[in-house]
């Protein structure tokens, strides 16, 4: 089994739909992430979170919320989806191990297309 | 703030070896990593680099210096598998543990 999971792996939606993208692991990792991927633009942090309680912003936070409900899941919301938030999302966790930096690992990604 | 440049695209020929460079400024730093990304797919982890100087993993090495800012990642005996896109991440310092993704180098490998 996989041990970054996102669901759903494709979506399409329209303009003003609220939408969850969901993400699961079983490394045990304390540290999770989303990103989003556009062509030209590269990977982009939009939230992460070092413990259940520590929510932070990334550098494109503006249009999205996050949720972690465990130690083990962190949700991704548009609260009103716009088609400029149409991209790849991934979900990536990490667990800081010495001498190899904060690595971290990737779900699949989401494809996301709103209308 | 963060600045990271690469090259956009390259080509190779299989069989052949390739560098791709990395320049990057950054207000802390830790390390610098390097993912691999085949099209449409996750980013998978390469190499991490925190002191000066050439680290080797098979076909793969990586190299870094921090007093010049500078990063490159080297694959010899390239195969078609290895068309893909490759990308640059400086680690933050300062108790920051995050990664600024560079835009990536999207190499292509001929026959």
């Known amino acids: 089994d996989a041990d970054v999971t996102q669901t759903p792996r494709n979506r399409i939606t329209k303009t003003g739909k609220r939408i969850m993208l969901e993400c699961s692991q079983t490394?045990?990792?304390?540290?999770m992430y989303w990103y989003r991927q556009d062509p030209g633009l590269g990977l982009r942090l939009i939230y992460y979170?070092?413990?259940?309680?520590?929510?932070n912003k990334g550098e494109i936070s503006d249009g999205y919320s996050v949720s972690r409900q465990a130690q083990a899941k962190f949700s991704l919301s548009l609260e009103s989806a716009i088609p400029n938030q149409t991209a790849l999302y991934f979900c990536a966790t990490s667990d800081e191990t010495s001498g190899r930096g904060d690595t971290q690992y990737f779900g699949p990604g989401t494809r996301l297309t709103v209308l | 703030g963060q600045n990271i440049d690469q090259p956009t695209e390259m080509t190779a020929t299989e069989g052949a070896i390739v560098q791709i460079n990395c320049t990057y400024q950054t207000s802390g730093f830790n390390g610098l990593f390097w993912y691999q990304q085949h099209a449409g797919e996750a980013p998978t982890f390469l190499s991490y680099?925190?002191?000066?100087g050439l680290e080797e993993k098979g076909r793969f090495s990586s190299f870094l210096s921090r007093s010049k800012g500078y990063s490159y990642l080297l694959l010899k005996e390239l195969q078609m598998k290895d068309s893909a896109s490759y990308l640059c991440a400086p680690e933050g310092g300062a108790g920051s543990y995050q990664l600024t993704f560079g835009k990536g180098t999207k190499l292509s490998v001929i026959p």
């Open positions: 490394k045990g990792h304390d540290r």
């Open positions: 680099n925190v002191l000066d």
């Open positions: 979170s070092f413990d259940v309680k520590d929510i």
